[in-house]
Nanobody, 125 residues
Framework: VQLQASGGGWVQTGGSLRLSCVAS????????MGWFRQAPGKEREFVAA????????RYADSVKGRFAVSRDVAKNTVWLQMNSLKPEDTAVYYC???????????????????WGQGTLVTVSS
C-alpha cells in the first residue's frame, strides 16, 4: 500500500487543521492506522491511532481532547482533526499502516509497516 499524507500548513495558536491520509494499492480496511510526528531535533513520536475496524482509537496524552482520528473505508482515507493547536504541535506528521494481526492499533512505530511521506504542520505563537 502507498500512503499519501496531506493537509499540513501554517496556523496560529488555537487554530485547527485537518490532515488526510489517502491509500492506494490496497484497502485501508485491512490496516490499523496511526499518526506520528517528528519535530526538528526530536525523535518521532506517537500522536493517534485507529483500529482497522474503527472500533478503537488511542491518543498521546499531549493531544487528548484536542485531536481526533477517524477513517472512511469507502474513501480509503484516514483523517486527523487537530484543534486548539499549540506551538509544540509543530512537526512533520506521518501516517502509517499496520498490516499485522493486532486487533488494536498501537503507539509503537515498529508495529507499522507502511509510512506516508509526511506533511508539515507549523503553529505560530
Amino acid at each position: 500500500v502507498q500512503l499519501q499524507a496531506s493537509g499540513g500548513g501554517w496556523v496560529q495558536t488555537g487554530g485547527s487543521l485537518r490532515l488526510s491520509c489517502v491509500a492506494s494499492g490496497r484497502t485501508l480496511s485491512n490496516y490499523n492506522m496511526g499518526w506520528f510526528r517528528q519535530a526538528p531535533g526530536k525523535e518521532r513520536e506517537f500522536v493517534a491511532a485507529i483500529s482497522r475496524s474503527a472500533g478503537s482509537t488511542r491518543y498521546a496524552d499531549s493531544v487528548k481532547g484536542r485531536f481526533a482520528v477517524s477513517r472512511d473505508v469507502a474513501k480509503n482515507t484516514v483523517w486527523l482533526q487537530m484543534n486548539s493547536l499549540k506551538p509544540e504541535d509543530t512537526a512533520v506528521y506521518y501516517c502509517a499502516g499496520d498490516y499485522g494481526p493486532r486487533s488494536r492499533a498501537t503507539d509503537n512505530t515498529y508495529d507499522y509497516d507502511y509510512w506516508g511521506q509526511g506533511t508539515l504542520v507549523t503553529v505560530s505563537s
